[in-house]
C-alpha cells in the first residue's frame, strides 16, 4: 500500500469539526503518516487552545503540526499543502444535502480542481466511524492511473478489513458510440479485472465488477449511491495537457457527491508541487 509522507486536514469551527478531524486521525495513523492541523485564519490564542484540546481528545501527539493560514479557505489550504509538501489532504465535503443529492461545497469543488495531491473528502464524518465495509473504484478507461487507483485500492481495502470491493467501469453512450465508428472494440471490465489481478494474493476480500453506461456520468453517481458504497475511489489527472482533471463521465463529482470520496491523483510534471 502506498505511503502519504504527510497528511494534511483541513479544520474549521464547524458541528462537524471534531468528526472530520477524528476521521483524519485513524487516516495518518493507518498510513502512519504525522497529521497537519490546517485552520484557514490567522491564529488567536483561543482558536489554538481550541485544536490543542481536540488533540488531546483524540489522543493524538501533543506536538502535532498546526497551521494558520490567513485568507480564502481553499487558497489557504493549498498554500499550507505546498509549503509542507503534503501528500494527502483531508476535509469535509458537503455544502448542503437534499433527500436525493449530497452537493460539493464550495471548498472541496475548489480542492478537487487545483489540489495537487490526493484527496480524501468525507460526507458524513464520524468521531466512532467503523473502516468502509462496500468500497467502489470508479474507472473511465483502463490506463495505467485506472488500475494504480484499482490496486492502490484493493491494498487499502484489505488491510482495513473491507467485505468488498467493486470496480465499476463508467462510460457514456456517446464515447461507447464513438470508439465502435473508430472500430476500437471496448474492452471488457472482467477482462481487464483478470489482468489486474493475476497475481494477487489469497484474500477474503470479495471482488466484484460492474458497468455503467448513460447519456451522462449522472447515472454512476446514482448507481453508486444507491449502492450504499462507504467509500468511492476516483483516478484524477492534474496539468496533464490531453486529460481533464476528471473525465467527462466523472466529473459530476464537482457538483454532487454521492459517499466519502478518495481522489488519487497524478500530476503531470508541469505542475509546481
Not at 40 to 58: I, N, Q, V, W, Y
Request: glycine letters at 4%; a negative charge; hydrophobic letters at 45%.
Amino acid at each position: 500500500m502506498a505511503v502519504y509522507r504527510r497528511v494534511g486536514v483541513a479544520t474549521a469551527f464547524s458541528p462537524r469539526f471534531l468528526a472530520v478531524l477524528a476521521e483524519a486521525a485513524r487516516i495518518s495513523r493507518l498510513f502512519e503518516s504525522p497529521l497537519h492541523l490546517i485552520h484557514a485564519a490567522a491564529e488567536e490564542p483561543e482558536k489554538l487552545g481550541r485544536l490543542k484540546d481536540a488533540l488531546h481528545t483524540l489522543e493524538l501527539p501533543s506536538e502535532s503540526p498546526i497551521h494558520f493560514e490567513r485568507g480564502e479557505p481553499a487558497e489557504a489550504i493549498l498554500r499550507v499543502q505546498n509549503q509542507h509538501r503534503i501528500d494527502l489532504l483531508i476535509a469535509g465535503a458537503m455544502e448542503r444535502e437534499t433527500v436525493h443529492r449530497n452537493f460539493t461545497g464550495d471548498v472541496a469543488r475548489t480542492l478537487l480542481r487545483e489540489a495537487p495531491c490526493d484527496l480524501l473528502l468525507f460526507v458524513d464524518p464520524r468521531e466512532d466511524a467503523q473502516p468502509p465495509a462496500q468500497i467502489f473504484v470508479a474507472i473511465p478507461d483502463f490506463t495505467p492511473l485506472s488500475r494504480e487507483a484499482f490496486l492502490r485500492t484493493t491494498a487499502f481495502a484489505e488491510k482495513v478489513g473491507a467485505q468488498e470491493l467493486t470496480l465499476l467501469h463508467v462510460q457514456s453512450t456517446f464515447a461507447e458510440a464513438k470508439e465502435k465508428a473508430l472500430g476500437n472494440e471496448p474492452r471488457s471490465v472482467e477482462d481487464a479485472l483478470d489482468d489486474w489481478t493475476q497475481n494477487r494474493h489469497q484474500s477474503s476480500l470479495n471482488l466484484e465488477t460492474h458497468s455503467v453506461r448513460g447519456n451522462t456520468g449522472f447515472t454512476a453517481c446514482e448507481f453508486i449511491q444507491a449502492s450504499a458504497a462507504n467509500l468511492l475511489v476516483l483516478p484524477s489527472h492534474l496539468g496533464h495537457p490531453n486529460h481533464p482533471v476528471f473525465a467527462p463521465v466523472l466529473d459530476w463529482i464537482m457538483q454532487v457527491i454521492p459517499t466519502n470520496l478518495w481522489v488519487i491523483r497524478q500530476v503531470s510534471e508541469c505542475v509546481t508541487v
